[in-house]
């Protein structure tokens, strides 16, 4: 009954290399979110998504990009890996209305060799 | 800019203690702050939202306080347990940003018996 899941947890992969990172919520949430977590432990969003808006933090490279098969589920397409895309990414729901609480998935840590 | 200043970066305490963990931000116009708990290895958990209009959330052994006019907001622990040991981020949430969210870099706790 895990609430927002993400697989895999673990990706290790080599620099230019092409990597999906998977993310699915079965809260029933309107909205889902990218963020990245570097080494200093910094949380940075990098898509606010619903299926009406695709929100971008600018600083994302284009290498970047979120996929929505449906409201359920947003994956995370990397092309071209470089070291420095090396972190843990958490992806995240909420209901865009309200408080907008986000719900996060457990994270999946990225290292680029 | 928005930003979300947290102190102290990380902190130990003995078992059975109380600490308080400090945010200062910036975020402005002010929609909503909240703290979350991240365990290692693990996503974020929301523990308390409060809105402009209150002042104090408790949430178990976590009391956390904003002050609006000067900007602050501080999470209490009160009789610290080993399983406190974790981060803790304060996230800003701002009336203009849509969906996105400011992260404090977080206080480690570290909670020794």
């Given at each position: 009954d895990t609430a927002?899941?993400?697989?895999?947890?673990?990706?290790?992969?080599?620099?230019?290399?092409?990597?999906?990172?998977k993310c699915e919520q079965n809260l029933g949430h309107d909205t889902m979110y990218w963020y990245k977590q570097d080494s200093?432990?910094?949380?940075?969003?990098?898509?606010?998504?619903?299926?009406?808006?695709?929100?971008?933090?600018?600083t994302?490279?284009?290498?970047?990009?979120?996929?929505?098969?449906?409201k359920a589920h947003l994956n995370l397409h990397i092309n071209s890996l470089e070291l420095g895309?090396?972190?843990?990414?958490?992806?995240a729901s909420s209901q865009v209305a309200g408080l907008n609480e986000q719900f996060f998935g457990p994270g999946t840590r990225l290292t680029v060799l | 800019k928005n930003q979300v200043e947290q102190s102290p970066q990380s902190l130990i305490i003995l078992e059975g203690k109380n600490c308080t963990l400090q945010c200062n931000y910036t975020?402005?116009?002010?929609?909503?702050?909240?703290?979350?708990?991240?365990?290692?290895?693990?996503?974020?958990v929301s523990l308390t939202i409060?809105?402009?209009?209150?002042?104090?959330?408790?949430?178990?052994?976590?009391?956390?306080?904003?002050?609006a006019d000067t900007k602050q907001s501080s999470l209490h622990i009160t009789a610290s347990q080993l399983s406190d040991s974790a981060s803790y981020i304060c996230v800003v949430k701002?009336?203009?940003?849509?969906?996105?969210?400011?992260?404090?870099?977080?206080?480690?706790?570290?909670?020794?018996?």
């Amino acid at each position: 009954d895990t609430a927002v899941s993400q697989t895999p947890k673990y990706l290790v992969t080599q620099m230019g290399n092409d990597k999906s990172i998977k993310c699915e919520q079965n809260l029933g949430h309107d909205t889902m979110y990218w963020y990245k977590q570097d080494s200093k432990k910094f949380l940075k969003i990098m898509f606010s998504y619903n299926n009406k808006e695709l929100i971008i933090n600018e600083t994302v490279p284009n290498r970047f990009s979120p996929k929505s098969p449906d409201k359920a589920h947003l994956n995370l397409h990397i092309n071209s890996l470089e070291l420095g895309d090396s972190a843990v990414y958490f992806c995240a729901s909420s209901q865009v209305a309200g408080l907008n609480e986000q719900f996060f998935g457990p994270g999946t840590r990225l290292t680029v060799l | 800019k928005n930003q979300v200043e947290q102190s102290p970066q990380s902190l130990i305490i003995l078992e059975g203690k109380n600490c308080t963990l400090q945010c200062n931000y910036t975020v402005s116009p002010f929609s909503n702050l909240r703290w979350y708990k991240q365990d290692t290895g693990r996503g974020p958990v929301s523990l308390t939202i409060m809105t402009f209009s209150e002042n104090t959330k408790s949430n178990g052994r976590y009391t956390a306080t904003l002050d609006a006019d000067t900007k602050q907001s501080s999470l209490h622990i009160t009789a610290s347990q080993l399983s406190d040991s974790a981060s803790y981020i304060c996230v800003v949430k701002s009336v203009n940003a849509g969906n996105m969210l400011t992260f404090g870099g977080g206080t480690r706790l570290m909670v020794k018996p």
